[in-house]
């Protein structure tokens, strides 16, 4: 495997306590990780780089009885960059 994206199914409204705790806990330790965050609670981390960072989301989010998912991805990934259109009616320009 040489990267996963690991997503946390966030709790209810009423439950948010126990969310703000998770991210105390793991914010800490994966901004120095090969982690990169893509939304408020999904990440991609780099296995090659840094496997103990997978390990902590993990132990976290079952210490706080969060559930969460882990897409395996067994090649580096291959995002495609779109900048930003420059004017309207300009086509976006894809670059990898």
Known sequence: MHSAI?????PQETERQRWFRYLGMV???IE???VEKIAEN???VDFQKSPAALAHLIAVADQHDLSYRIL???TEPQWIHIAP?????DA???RM
């Not at 690991?6 to 966030?10: G, S």
């Not at 259109?85 to 009616?89: I, K, N, R, V, W």
Request: hydrophobic share 65%; glycine share 4%.
């Open 27 to 29: 914010a800490p330790r």
């Open 6 to 10: 690991f997503a946390v199914d966030m």
């Open 72 to 74: 395996a991805l067994p």
């Open 42 to 44: 999904v990440w991609q």
């Open 92 to 94: 976006p320009v894809a």
């Open 32 to 34: 120095r990780a090969a």
């Open 85 to 89: 259109l420059a004017e309207a009616g």
